[in-house]
T-cell receptor, first 112, second 111 residues
Framework: NAGVMQNPRHLVRRRGQEARLRCSPM?????VYWYRQLPEEGLKFMVY????????ESGMPKERFSAEFPKEGPSILRIQQVVRGDSAAYFC??????????FGSGTRLTVV | GENVEQHPSTLSVQEGDSAVIKCTYS??????FPWYKQELGKRPQLIID?????GEKKDQRIAVTLNKTAKHFSLHITETQPEDSAVYFC??????????FGTGTRLQVFP
């Protein structure tokens, strides 16, 4: 089992560009969570998805951010028109039972 | 919503000593409390967890205690080693819901 796979590991975007972060959950896991970690801070919940459904997006900024988890393929976190404040590590976690989570290695987004 | 506070923010101990990290939570409905270890530039890794029907759980040098009445839980690491140096995060959730994390404790173990 390859674990939770996130790509890219590092992503550099200029202000105003779009960032697409991908997360492939562990085999058999149908629950995906996205968290954001600012430098020297804890992990903040963003969104919880199941296949083709957004279950809880209470931590997601209302503008520029969107997430999906299609029937086929990875979950995508999309940030439009990135700003410097979006620079952070974005972690995806997956679960089969909605209790224990496995985290991916994260995508480190740098906005220049 | 749930709020988790974690103390201390930094902790330095001598190798072989014990380390204790404490967390409090606000939502009495929370019933799952995991602890994660995160090394620099790496993913958070689950090291131990406890559910609300248990007061204490131990795994070798690591133990977690839970006081539901006071709404706090603690991580205890005994016989610390330099490789224990990392940032530790507590979290709380209502089972099957999202994790709410504390702000982290940077543990340094000096040889």
């Amino acid at each position: 089992n390859a674990g939770v796979m996130q790509n890219p590991r590092h992503l550099v975007r200029r202000r105003g560009q779009e960032a697409r972060l991908r997360c492939s959950p562990m085999k058999g896991h149908s629950h995906v969570y996205w968290y954001r970690q600012l430098p020297e801070e804890g992990l903040k919940f963003m969104v919880y998805l199941q296949k083709e459904n957004i279950i809880d997006e209470s931590g997601m900024p209302k503008e520029r951010f969107s997430a999906e988890f299609p029937k086929e393929g990875p979950s995508i976190l999309r940030i439009q028109q990135v700003v410097r404040g979006d620079s952070a590590a974005y972690f995806c976690a997956s679960s089969s039972d909605r209790v224990s989570y496995t985290f991916g290695s994260g995508t480190r987004l740098t906005v220049v | 919503g749930e709020n988790v506070e974690q103390h201390p923010s930094t902790l330095s101990v001598q190798e072989g000593d014990s380390a204790v990290i404490k967390c409090t939570y606000s939502d009495s409905a929370s019933n799952y409390f995991p602890w994660y270890k995160q090394e620099l530039g790496k993913r958070p890794q689950l090291i131990i967890d406890i559910r609300s029907n248990v007061g204490e759980k131990k795994d070798q040098r690591i133990a977690v205690t839970l006081n539901k009445t006071a709404k706090h839980f603690s991580l205890h690491i005994t016989e610390t080693q330099p490789e224990d140096s990392a940032v530790y995060f507590c979290a709380a959730s209502i089972m099957a819901d999202k994790l709410i994390f504390g702000t982290g404790t940077r543990l340094q173990v000096f040889p």
